[in-house]
């Protein structure tokens, strides 16, 4: 399995993360493609039996995609309770990313487009072997508009969520504040590019591209 570069995008719950990843992966940029990868939803996904299987006879592309039972009681866990996965979940988390890169088949060419994993600073090096992170893009959101944005369903893509409960957003909001913020300078200390890109309640998924498609380092990004 190749390791391949990533962008990782980061911002509170309701920032429109995973609109902005779908809407990459999209996009036509010459020899690369966006792959968009939400943690969330495949855990969502998982708990949900529909996650897909690897066809026998594909050499090492072939994982085991079952998941035991205490796996998926750490997964319900984690999306019903806004728990972040945690050193114990390493390979749990790594299992899940494999799974992902092997039904994807990204070429070396490819973009990653990390959303979710990981959450928090420890989660950077369960990525090794698999990806790395080249770029980040934060998407700078306080929190009464993730609330208002989360409520109307911006995108449409947030229906039947069971984490979106007003008690499990604010939760998630304050994990993000605690946890998952400070990775931004942690990703400046290692001389990972981090974009800053502002969302109000109407930012849409092309809003942010338009910003993002201008900068220097998206530029680099498709052309390296």
Same mark, same amino acid.
């Given at each position: 399995?190749? *390791?391949?570069?990533?962008?990782? !995008?980061?911002?509170?719950? /309701?920032? /429109?993360?995973?609109? %902005?990843?779908? &809407?990459?992966?999209? =996009?036509?940029? /010459?020899?690369? @493609? %966006?792959?968009?990868?939400?943690?969330?939803?495949?855990?969502?996904?998982? !708990?949900? @039996? $529909?996650?897909?299987?690897?066809?026998?006879?594909?050499?090492? $592309?072939? =994982?085991?995609?079952? &998941?035991?039972?205490?796996?998926?009681?750490?997964? =319900?866990?984690?999306?019903?309770?806004?728990? =972040?996965?945690? *050193?114990?979940d390493r390979e749990l988390a790594r299992k899940i990313l494999k799974n992902f890169l092997n039904r994807s088949r990204p070429s070396a060419e490819d973009i990653l487009v990390l959303n979710g994993l990981p959450r928090h600073q420890a989660q950077v090096a369960w990525l090794e072997g698999l990806t790395k992170i080249v770029l980040a893009v934060n998407l700078d959101c306080p929190e009464e508009i993730s609330i208002k944005r989360i409520l109307a369903n911006l995108d449409g893509e947030r229906q039947g969520r069971s984490d979106d409960l007003p008690a499990i957003i604010s939760r998630r909001y304050r994990l993000y504040e605690e946890r998952t913020k400070p990775l931004i300078d942690f990703l400046r200390e290692k001389e990972i590019p981090v974009l800053n890109l502002s969302v109000d309640e109407a930012t849409r998924p092309e809003d942010l591209f338009e910003e993002f498609s201008r900068s220097e380092i998206f530029n680099l990004l498709i052309s390296d």
């Open positions: 399995m190749i *390791e391949i570069k990533s962008l990782l !995008l980061l911002g509170p719950p /309701g920032a /429109g993360k995973s609109p %902005f990843s779908q &809407y990459l992966s999209r =996009l036509i940029t /010459g020899r690369c @493609h %966006f792959l968009s990868f939400d943690f969330g939803q495949e855990l969502r996904d998982i !708990l949900s @039996h $529909r996650q897909k299987e690897v066809r026998p006879g594909e050499d090492d $592309r072939q =994982l085991e995609t079952s &998941y035991s039972h205490p796996e998926i009681t750490r997964i =319900l866990e984690s999306v019903n309770k806004a728990v =972040l996965f945690e *050193e114990q």
